[in-house]
């Protein structure tokens, strides 16, 4: 019975260490390949976003000096 419960508990090592391994793969994945493209993903849109800001204000200057001087 003795062996038995230790050969059990044996495969349920094995189990868990190969699911560990399973997850620390699929944490290496995430970290350098998801985490690089949502990276690039957001410095674009950053991009983006600084172009965008920068026709808006110098349309409100456009349309500032406009005002003022008729």
Same mark, same amino acid.
């Given at each position: 019975?003795?062996? $038995?419960?230790?050969?059990?508990?044996?495969? $349920?090592? @094995?189990?868990i260490q190969g699911e560990i391994r399973l997850?620390?793969?699929? %944490? $290496?994945?995430i970290k350098n390949n998801d985490l690089r493209?949502?990276?690039? &993903?957001? $410095?674009? @849109?950053?991009? @983006?976003?600084?172009?965008?800001?920068?026709?808006? %204000?110098?349309?409100?200057?456009?349309?500032?000096?406009?005002?003022? &001087?008729?």
């Open positions: 019975m003795a062996g $038995d419960l230790q050969r059990k508990n044996e495969v $349920d090592l @094995i189990k997850l620390s793969e699929r %944490i $290496d994945v493209h949502l990276q690039k &993903s957001l $410095d674009f @849109i950053t991009k @983006i976003l600084w172009g965008v800001g920068t026709l808006v %204000i110098g349309q409100a200057a456009i349309a500032i000096r406009l005002s003022i &001087s008729g």
